[in-house]
C-alpha cells in the first residue's frame, strides 16, 4: 500500500504529463482526480494500517551505499493524508477552474505528480529518500507555476522558483552526502549521531524552499502559477515540507548548538517582515503568499523554540485555511477577471461564498472557532516567560489581523451587481475544507497539545481585533523590497561568467595568434628554398664547412 | 657457395639487360613494349640476386658478395620495378633505358665493397638522373629544375671525389672498411661522403635543390628523383652506419640529431600552406627523410630500414597518384574537389591513404614506422625525442590539408587520367601502406635482416 | 569481442561500394549490431593478447573490465544514435560516404582504445578516435567550422603527441601493459604524469585547455557533435584511469592539485555556458562543466571515485548527445539556435521540448536522470578526500541550473496565442528515434543505477 500511495501518483502523473497530447484532456483530469481520490484512501489505509517498511539500494559505490527507504509512521500518515487531502480537492477545484483549457489534462497530471513527490519526502526514512522527493517537488513546482506559458511573469516566476531552491537545494545535497559518507541511511542515525553540519545545511535547505528569509520573493512570484497548484504549494507540499523536514531531525536540530536560536531569528523576522509586506500588497494571491510565509515564518520559529508539535498544529491548521482561502480567492478572481484587490470588490459579496471566505479568514488571524486559533495561542502559549518571544507573538497577531483585514474588506463588501456563476466543481473543496477548518478547532487528533488555559487568550485576541481594526482603516499599499536576493545572486553569476568569458576570449585569440609565429618560421624556410642556384650553393658550402670544422676541430 | 655454378649471373643479366634496353631504342616498338621488358628484367633481377649475386672471389674486394647486403639490392630493385609502371608513353623507350642505366648505379653502389666503386654506382645513378629530368623537360621550369639539380649534383660529386682521395691517402686502400685509430684527413673524408649521401637523400642543410627539382620536373621524373636515388643513398648510410664504417666520425650522432631535427622541421615548415600539391609533396618527402635518419643518430639500423622502406611505399604511391590525378598540371587542393566521383576515383583513394600514412594514421605502415623511429631515439635527450612526436604533429595541419579536398563537396574538377601503369602502381602502394601497417612480419623480418 | 572490432572494420571496407541509397540503412545496422554485440557478448573478464609488432612494445592485446564495458554499451548506443541522426541532404546532418567512413573510423578507435589493455594499442585507438573528426568539422557543418576544424587539430595533435611521447617513455622501459607488474621509477612517473596531464587537460578539456571544443561543437554537424561528445571525449578520461595504475605516486601527489583543477572546471565550464547565446555552444560549454565532475572523481584516485566518474561519464553519454541532437532539430524547426529565437518552441514542437527539458533536468542533476548517480557519488568522494573541492561544484551546480533554466524559459514559453491546438505529433517523425534511444537510456540508468552497476560487476570490487 506505501509502494500505491507513494509511486501510483508519480508515475501515473509522470505518464499523463507525457502523454497529454495522446489522451483527450477532461478525460486524463478525470482520470487524475479519480487516482488522487485513491491515493488520499491509500494514505489513509497506510497511516492506519500495520507500520511498513521498504528498502532498495538506489546506488551503491565501493562502499558508499545509497538506499530509497520508505517507513510508515504516526507523522508521516498524517501528513500523507493530509497532502493527499488537499491534492484531491485541488484536483476537483481544477476540474471547474480548467474546464475550459486545452491543457487541464497535463496540469492535474503534473499537480498529481508532483503531490506524490511530496509523498515520497514525507514517508522517506533517510536524507537521501527524502532529497529525492525535494528535488521532485521542485521540478514540479517549475512545471506547476509555469503553466501559463504565453505570460512573461510565469516565465519569470518559474525560473526563480527554481532557481531560489536550488540554493538551498544545493546544501540538502551536502547533507545527503554527508550522512552518507558516515553510514547514517536512516533518520534515527542521523538524529542520534548526526553531525551539525547536517543541521545547518539542512536549515539552509528549508530557508530556500520554504521562502524564508531572504529568500521570501520566490513564493511571491510564484503567484503567477494557477490557482490550484497555488494552494497545494502552500497548503501541503514544497514550502510545506521546509517544516515538516525540520520537526522529523528535531533531535539533530535541538542537539546542535546555535541552530535553535537561528531558528528563532529566521522565524520570528520572516513572519513579521512577511506581515508587514502582506498588509501592503495590493493583489489577493500576493497577500496570501506573504501570509503564507509569515504563517511559514511562525512553524520555524515553534520549531526553534523547542517545540515541533507546535510547529505541527499549526501547519496542519494552516494546511486548511490556507487551501481555503485560495479556492476562495481564486473564485473571487474568476469572476472579477483581475487579482487586484480594488477590483474584486464585492466579489464574494453573497452570503455562502461570504461566510466560507470568512472561516478561513477566522483562521488566517488565529480566532475561535478555528484550528488556527488554537494553534496560535499553543505558540503563545511556549513563548511565556520570554519577553522577546511575547513581543513577537504580539506583533505577529497584530499584523496577522490587519492583512486579513485588507483581504476581507474588498471581498466581503456588497456585491456591486450580477456575478458570474461558480461551478460545483469549484465550490466542492471550498465546503469541505470550511467543514475541516472548524472542525480542527475541537479534533485534532493528529497533536497532544500541551493543556492551555484559555482564558489568557485575550491579550492576543485583543492585538488581532486592534490590528483588524488598522487593516480596515489601512488603505495605501505599499511595496516591500523583496527580491534582493535573487538580483544580487543573478548579477553575480552575470559578471563572473562575463568575466570567464572575456578570459577565454582572450586565449582564443591568443592561441590563434600562435599560427603567425608558424608563419614566420617558414619565412627562413622559403628564404633558403628561393629558388636560386647560386643561394643554394652557399648554404650547402657554407653547412659543409660547419660540418668539417665541427668534426675535425679537436 | 653451394651453387657456385651460377655466380656472377645476376650481374652478367644486369648487364645484359642494360644492353637490351639500349638496343630496343633502336628497334621501332610499340612504346609499352619495352617498359614490359624492363619490369620483366627487373623481376628476373629480384628472383637471380639472392642466389646468383654473388661474384668470384677476385672481385670480392670490389663488391660485397650476396647473401650479405641482399636487402638492399632487393629493395633497390623492388623500388625500381615499382618504377617502371610510372613510365609515362612520352619519353619512352629513352626513359627505360635511363632508369635501367639508374638502376644499375644504384645496385652497384649499394653492394659496392669500395670506394671508388660505390662512386661509380652513385655517378652511374646521377647520369641516369640528369638524363631523364632533361629527356622528359618539356617547359622552361623543366629546364631550370636540371640545371638546379645537376650543379648542385656535379659539386658534391666534387665532394665525393675529394673525400675518397682523403679516405684512400690516409688509409692506403680504397676498400670499406672500418678505422682503428682515426685522424683528421679520414674524418674529412668521411664527413664528405656523408655529406653526399645526405645529398643525396635531400635532408637538410643539402635539400634546397629538392622542392625546385621536384616541382620544374614532370610527373613521372619527380617520382623517380623522389625514390630512386633515396632508396639507394639511404640504404648505404644505413649499411655504412650498421657496419660502423662511419662510426670514425666523432661528433657522429649530434651531427644526425641536428641533421634528422632540421630535416623534419625545415620540410614539415615548407610544406604548410603550400598551395600546390607536388611543392608539399617535395617537402613533405624531406620531412619525411628526417624520419629516417632519425634512429641511425641513436644506431638504430632497424628503425631507419623500416621508415625508409615506409617512406618509399609512401613516395610511390604519392607521386604516381599525383600523376594519375593531375596529368601535366600541378595539382592546388581546389582541383582535387570531387576526385572521388571522377574515373579518378582509385588513384585519389591511394594518396589519401598515402597522405594517412605520411601523417602515421593509425593502421597505415607509416604509423609503425613513425613508432620505430621515435622509439629508437627515446633513450636521447629529451629535446630530440620531443621534437620528433611535435613535429609529428604539426605534420598532421599539411597532410589533412590536403586529405581534406577528397571528402569536400562541390564540383568535380578534375578529369585527367595518365596511363593504367601509374595506377596500378599508386594502388599497389597504396595496398602494401595498409597492409604492411597490419600485418607486421615483413617489417619485423626486415629489422632482423638489415644488420646481417 | 574481436567482433566489436571486426564489423565496422568490415562495414569500413564496404562502405566505398555501396549504393547511396543502402548508406544509412547499413550504418544502422551496422551500428544496431554492434551495440547489440556489446550488450551480450561482452563478458568482463574475457581478455585477448596476440604479439603485433613485438618490437615495438605495440601487443593487440584487448580486455573488457568493469570500468569499459560500461563505456563501450555507451559506445555503440550513440553511434547507433548518430547514425539514425543522419539525414540525405541536410548541411547539418549529412549522410554521405566520407563522413560516414570517419565516424565508423573514429568509432573503431575508440573502441579500440576502450578495450586496449595495452599502451601502445591505446594510442593508435586515440589518434582514430581523434583524428577523423578534424575531416568531419572540416567538412560538413557551419560557416566558421575551417577554423572551427583547424583548432581542434591543433589541440589534438598537441595532446596525441604528448601521449605518444608518455606512452614511449614508458614502452623502452619496458612498461608496456595497464597491468603490467613492472613498477616505474618515481622520477619518469612525474615525466610522464606532465606529459600525460597534457593529453588529459586538453583531450578531456580542463579549463583552459578546452577552447577547441565549443568551437568544434559549434560548428560540428549534429551526428558529429554526437559523436565526439557522446564517446570520443571519454577517451581521455579513460585513459587518465588506465594510466593512473601505472603512475600511483605521481598520480597521488598531484591527486589534490587536480581535483582542484576540475572544479576550476566545472565552474568555469557552467559560467560560460551561462553567457552563451547558442543553444550548440551551451551544450558545449556545459559538457566541460561534466567532465569537470569527471576529472575531480578520477584524480581521488579511489575505486568509488572511479566508479563515479564512469557513471559520470555514461550520464553525460547520454544527455550531451541528446542535447546536440536537440539542437540540431532545433535549428531545422525554427531555422535558427540563438536562444532568443526558441520562445514559442514548445508550439512548434511539443515532444522536442519535452526531449529538451528531460535533457536540461539531467544536466542540472535532478535524481532520476542519468547524471545524477554519478555526480552524487563524485560529491560524496570528494566531500570525505578533498572538502575543498565542494567550494568550486557547489556554484557549479547552481550555475548550471542558471544556463539550463535559462534555456528552458525560452523553449518552454513564450509565443503568443494562449490557446492554440497543440499539434498531435507522432513519435513516427522522422528522426526521432536517435531522440528516445537515448533518452530511455537516459531515464533508465537514473533510475536504477544499482541494476547497471549490477550488470558491469562492480559489486565484487572489494
Redesign the interface.
Known sequence: MLLFVVFTPLIAGTLGALSFARIKSGILARIMTGLSVAVLGGSMMTALGPSQQLHWTFLQLSSYKLPLVLATGTLPGWMAILTALVNTLAQVYSLGYFAQDSRQGYFQAVLLAFTGSMLLTVFGLNLFTQFVGWEFMGIGSYLLVGYFRTQDSARYAASKAMMVTRIGDVFFLLAVAFSVMHGQNLIAQVNNHGAGIIAWALVVAVAAKSAQGPNLSWLLDAMAGPTPASALIHAATMVAAGPYLLIRYFPLLSHTPGVLLALVVLGGLSAVAAGVGAVGSQEAKRLLAFSTVSQLGMMVLAIGLGYPQVAWTLLVAHAFYKALLFFMAGIASHRAQSGLLVRMKGTLGSFEFGALFMVGALGVMGLPPTGGFLAKEALFHISQGSLPHIVLDFVLSFVGGAYTARLIKPLASKSPGPLAPVGKWMQIPAVVLSFLVLLNFVWHPWVSLPVMPLANAWPSLLLIGLGAMTGFLWNKPFRLFSGGLFWVLWRFLQGAQRSVAWLDNSLFEGVWDIRLVAAKMTTVVHWGGSGLARRYVLISFAALAILLIWNIHP | MALGGIEMIAWLALGLECVIAMTLELIPLKRNISRWILAGGIVLLMILFPFAGSLPHLYERLIYAPPVHVVYQELVLATALGLTGILSREGNPVASTLLMLSLAGGLVAVSANNWVVLFLGIETLNIGLYGLVGHTSRQRAGDEALLKFFILGSIFTAFEVAGIGLIGGTQGSLQIMMFRVPNPAEIAGLSLMLAALLFKMGSFPFHLWAPDTYEGSPWQTTTIIATLPKIVAGSLIIRLMATGVFSVIPRLPEILEVVALGTMIVGALGAWRQPRLKRMLAYAAISQVGFVILPLSAGHIGAAGVYLVSYILGSLAVFSAGQSLGGQDNPTRLDLVGAFKTKNRWPAVALVLALAGFAGFPLTVGMAAKLYSVEAVMGEPAIIWLGAVLVTGFTFFYYFRWIFPFFASGDVKITKNAGVGAIAISQISAFLIVVLGIWSYPMIWLTQHLTL | MLALLIIPGIFLVIL?LLPDNWLKPAFVAMAFSDLLLALFVLAPGESIDVA???????NFALGVSRYNQPLLWLNGLVLLSSALATKAGKAWSPL????IF?LSTAYL?VSLAFLSQNL?LYF??F??AV?PF??LV???GGENRR?AA??F??FS??A???L??AV??L??RHVTGFYSNHSVPVGLQFVVYLLLLATWAIKTPLW?FH?WLPQTHGEASTPASMYLSGVALKVAPYGFLLFSHILPIASHRASPTLAMWGGITLL?GS??A??QRDLKQTVAQSSIASMGYVMIALSLG???GD??AV?VMVGHGLASPLLFWIAGEVEKVQGSRQLDDLPGL?RKD?FLV?FLSVAA?AY?????LALF?GE??V???A??HMPAT?YLI?PG???M??TW??V??RA????????S?????SFGRQGTGSGLWLTVPLLWVGLF??WW?HLWH??G??
Request: hydrophobic share 55%.
Open positions: 566505398p603485433w609488432w613485438p618490437q615495438l612494445g605495440l554521405s560516404k566520407g563522413s570517419w578507435g601502445l593508435v585507438g589518434e582514430m583524428l578534424f575531416l572540416r567538412k560538413d577554423q583547424f583548432y587539430l591543433g595533435a598537441v596525441g603527441m604528448m605518444l611521447a614511449l617513455s614502452v623502452v583552459p577552447l568555469a559560467l560560460l551561462l553567457g579511489t575505486p568509488a566508479q563515479a557513471l514548445y511539443p519535452t533536468f542540472m542533476g535532478i535524481p532520476g548517480p552524487f557519488g560529491i560524496l568522494v566531500f570525505r565542494l557547489g551546480i547552481l550555475v541550473a542558471a533554466l535559462r528552458l524559459a518552454r514559453f513564450g509565443g503568443r496565442d494562449q490557446d491546438a497543440i499539434s498531435r505529433l543505477p544499482e552497476i562492480w559489486g570490487l572489494r
